[in-house]
C-alpha cells in the first residue's frame, strides 16, 4: 500500500516537474501559470519552492504559505537533487509525500512537492482488519471448543484403556480393554487385548504345569515317606524287609532325579538355551543308542532291528539328537509287548533327514493323539509309571525338534502299533558357515 503511494505520488509529481521543465528562473507567476495546466485532483496539497527553499505556489486549504521557507525532508532532499517520498499511516489515514528537483540546464532551479492525505482506503484497511480479527476470533472460539470436545473423547478412551491395563496388571487376565473404532488409541487397545489373550493362556499353561509338575513330584515323595514310616514304626523289622524297603525308596528317589532332570531339560528348552548347532551326521548317533538300547529290549523279549542310510546330516547338537532317537526308542520298546518288534529307519528325502521308530504293541487311541506330545500327558497313567516314564519325554523331542526348525508326528499303523516320525532339515557341510 505504501510501495503504491509513493509511486503514483512520484508520478504526479513528475508531470508537474515536466510542466515546468521549460522556465529558467521560478518566480510566484509563471509557476502559478504552469501549474494552471495541470490537473490533479486527488492532492491535498501541491507545493512549489524556488533553489533557496521559499515556498512559490501553495495549494494548501487552509491557506497557502507563500513566501515561507519550506522544511520538509522531501523538498531539502529534492533541492540536493535527489527523488524523495515517504508514506506513513497515522491515527487512520495515510500521509504520503513525494518530491522532486526542477532543473534548468542541469541547474537545481526549484522542488516541487505533493501530498496526499488519504481516510477512504485507511477505513477500508480498518474494516478488513476488523472483520479479520472478528473472524480470527470465532475461528478461535470453535478450534478451542473442538480442542476440549476432542481431548476429552481422546483423555475417557485413555483412561478406559488405562484401568483395563491396571485390571490385567492386578492379575484379572480375562479383563479386556472395550474401546470402539479405527484411531491410534483403539488399534493400542486390541493389540494391548490380544496381549492378554496371550498372557491368559500363558498363566493358564504355567499353572496347569506347575500343578502338574508338583502332582509327579508329589507322588514318589509321599511314597518315599510312606516307606520311611513302614520302616521306623515297624518294630523288630527284618533285614530282608528293610533291604527290600530301602531299594525301593532307591527306586522313587531315581524317579524324582529322572522327572527333576526332565524339567530341567524343558526350562532350558524354553529359555533358548540351546547347545551350538553343527552338522552332525545322525548315522553314529542313532548306533550308540542302538548298542544302549539293545540290551533293555533283549531283557524285555523285543526285537529292535535299524535300517540306515549314509549321508544324513542335520544341523543341531549331538546331545538333541541322542536325546529324541532315545525317548522314541525307549518309548517304542516301553510300550510294546514281549515278541514285539521295533524297527527303526534313517533316510533322508526332499531335503529332510527322516527318522521312523515303528512298533507292533498297542498303539495310540486316536482321541489321544494329539495330546500325547503335551507335558505330563500320558494315555496310561499307571502303565507309564510302572515302566518308569515321567510323561516329559514326547514334548522335550517335540520342543527340541521345533526349536531346530523340525517336526515330530505320531500316527497308528495300520497292521497294529504306533508308528512316530521325526524330520529334522537337511544340512550340507558347508550349512553352518
Ligand atoms: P512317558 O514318560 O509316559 O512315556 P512320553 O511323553 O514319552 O511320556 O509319552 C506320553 C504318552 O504317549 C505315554 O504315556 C504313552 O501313553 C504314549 N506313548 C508314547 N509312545 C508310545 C508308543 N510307542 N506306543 C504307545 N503309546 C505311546
Known amino acids: 500500500m505504501f510501495h503504491s503511494k509513493t509511486a503514483t505520488l512520484q508520478n504526479s509529481v513528475s508531470v508537474m516537474v515536466y510542466s515546468l521543465s521549460g522556465l529558467d528562473q521560478l518566480t510566484e507567476e509563471n509557476v502559478a501559470a504552469a501549474m494552471a495546466v495541470v490537473e490533479e485532483t486527488n492532492l491535498s496539497r501541491i507545493l512549489v519552492t524556488n533553489a533557496a527553499g521559499r515556498i512559490l505556489y501553495d495549494t494548501r486549504e487552509t491557506g497557502g504559505a507563500v513566501g515561507e521557507y519550506c522544511l520538509y525532508t522531501e523538498v531539502v532532499q529534492a533541492l540536493l537533487g535527489n527523488d524523495a517520498n515517504n508514506s506513513s499511516y497515522r491515527r487512520g489515514a495515510f500521509h ?42 470465532v475461528i478461535a472460539v470453535v478450534v478451542a471448543g473442538l480442542s476440549v470436545i476432542l481431548s476429552r473423547a481422546l483423555t475417557q478412551k485413555i483412561g478406559r484403556l488405562l484401568t483395563a491395563i491396571r485390571q490385567v496388571r492386578a492379575g484379572a487376565y480375562s479383563h479386556r480393554a472395550d474401546i470402539r473404532g479405527a484411531d491410534e488409541i483403539a488399534q493400542i487397545a486390541q493389540e494391548f487385548n490380544s496381549l492378554t489373550d496371550r498372557l491368559q493362556t500363558t498363566e493358564g499353561a504355567r499353572r496347569r504345569f506347575v500343578s502338574d509338575a508338583s502332582h509327579e513330584l508329589k507322588t514318589p515323595l509321599a511314597a518315599i515317606r510312606l516307606l520311611t514310616d513302614s520302616i521306623l514304626q515297624t518294630e523288630d ?18 524317579r524324582l532325579a529322572r522327572i527333576t ?16 548347532p553343527e552338522v552332525v551326521d545322525v548315522l553314529p548317533v542313532l548306533e550308540q543308542v542302538m548298542r544302549m538300547m539293545n540290551l533293555v529290549a533283549q531283557e524285555k523279549g523285543v526285537e529292535l532291528t535299524y535300517a540306515a542310510a549314509e549321508g544324513c546330516t542335520v544341523l543341531a547338537a549331538k546331545d ?72 516329559l519325554g514326547l514334548s522335550i523331542v517335540r520342543d527340541t525338534m521345533e526349536k531346530r526348525g523340525g517336526t515330530v508326528e505320531a500316527a497308528n499303523r495300520p497292521e497294529g502299533g504306533a508308528v512316530f516320525t521325526a524330520c529334522w532339515p537337511y544340512a550340507r557341510g558347508g550349512d553352518l558357515a
Not at 540546464?105 to 477512504?120: H, L, S, W
Not at 541322542?322 to 534313517?346: E, F, M, P, T, W
Open 96 to 137: 504520503s509525500r513525494a518530491a522532486s528537483p526542477v532543473l534548468y540546464r542541469n541547474q537545481i532551479i526549484g522542488a516541487v512537492c505533493a501530498y496526499e492525505y488519504d481516510t477512504e482506503q485507511a477505513a477500508l484497511l480498518e474494516g478488513l482488519q476488523g472483520n479479520l480479527l472478528r473472524l480470527s476470533a
Open 261 to 276: 532332570e526332565d524339567l530341567l531339560r524343558l526350562t532350558r528348552l524354553d529359555s533358548g538355551a540351546m547347545g551350538k
Open 320 to 391: 538333541e539328537i541322542h536325546q529324541v532317537i532315545y525317548n522314541l526308542v525307549d518309548n517304542a520298546v516301553k510300550y510294546s509287548a514281549a515278541g514285539g518288534a521295533v524297527q527303526v529307519s534313517l533316510r533322508w528325502r526332499n531335503e529332510q533327514v527322516v527318522l521312523q521308530v515303528a512298533d507292533n504293541g498297542a498303539g495310540i487311541p486316536e482321541e489321544d493323539l494329539p495330546r500325547i506330545f503335551q507335558r505330563f500327558y500320558r494315555v496310561d497313567k499307571a502303565r507309564s509309571r510302572a515302566a518308569g516314564g515321567t510323561g
Open 237 to 254: 523289622i527284618d533285614l530282608d524287609t528293610t533291604r527290600e524297603f530301602v531299594s525301593d525308596i532307591g527306586q522313587e528317589a531315581e
